[in-house]
């Protein structure tokens, strides 16, 4: 049985209807997860649901507890990582107040900056088009950092709408990094890569997927990346220098 709408609804706002484990804002594609399975006498309370996405929520379903891969989400630990979020949506963070939110918030949004600055490759893949034309891997380098550093639990933000933006980002860069290692082979010059050229003739429904593809997904992280950039300066008070190149100065 579905969880009753009363009990949805809380859910759905307690979390501002992001996920509460990849804390990316999901919309309408949200789903109420049932914390202990209604055949394992999982009941229909607040404290047994939680607000996933659909790619944590798969990933909670295609679970094989004959064959464990990596380590699977206990309940008390989903409890933890929802209330926790919940926590953050209302502002009830356990920290004095907004001021001392803001500059722990500060330091998260400097690192991140430091790791995928504005004329890094951001500027790389807003430039690129890799229609079959080669790159280099190493000016891609910054996504490696940044996704290496979303691993790290301390790197989140406390604002839910900065949190949203970053979880969101780091899904499309790896959406792009996945894509990129399985579509993109090293060319003759050392150190670079591309979409096979000839695929345009030999394999032209996959050139053209793959390259639209590539396109979105480059053009959804430089909006994601310039509306967290446009974020922290309303909500953090930083002089949006960062989206300044040095030509630009
Ligand atoms: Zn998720």
Redesign the pocket.
């Known amino acids: 049985m579905p969880f009753p709408a009363e009990i949805k609804e809380n859910a759905l706002v307690s979390s501002g209807r992001c996920?509460c484990?990849?804390?990316?804002f999901c919309g309408t594609k949200i789903e109420v997860h049932h914390i202990r399975e209604e055949s394992e006498g999982g009941d229909n309370n607040n404290d047994n649901a939680i607000p996933?996405?659909f790619?944590?929520h798969a990933d909670m379903r295609s679970y094989d507890h004959k064959h464990p891969k990596g380590n699977k989400y206990s309940e008390n630990e989903l409890k933890r990582h929802r209330d926790n979020w919940y926590a953050k949506i209302t502002g009830n963070t356990g920290l004095a107040g907004r001021q001392e939110v803001v500059e722990t918030d500060k330091h998260v949004y400097s690192r991140l900056i430091h790791l995928l600055p504005w004329d890094g490759s951001i500027r790389v893949i807003s430039d690129n088009n890799f229609d079959g034309s080669s790159f280099r891997y190493e000016k891609l380098r910054d996504f490696d950092s940044f996704e290496y550093q979303c691993r790290n639990p301390a790197f989140e933000f406390i604002d839910p709408d900065l949190e949203s933006l970053r979880a969101k980002l780091y899904t499309i860069i790896h959406c792009l990094s996945a894509t990129l290692a399985e579509n993109a082979f090293p060319t003759t010059m050392p150190g670079d890569f591309s979409v096979p050229a000839e695929w345009e003739v030999l394999q032209p429904m996959r050139f053209h997927e793959v390259v639209s593809k590539i396109h979105e997904t480059c053009r959804e992280i430089v909006e994601t990346y310039s509306s967290l950039v446009r974020t922290a300066t309303r909500k953090l008070g930083i002089l949006p220098e960062t989206m300044l190149t040095t030509s630009d100065i």
Request: proline letters at 0%; aromatic letters at 0%.
């Open positions: 996920c484990l990849c804390h990316k996933l996405c790619d944590c």
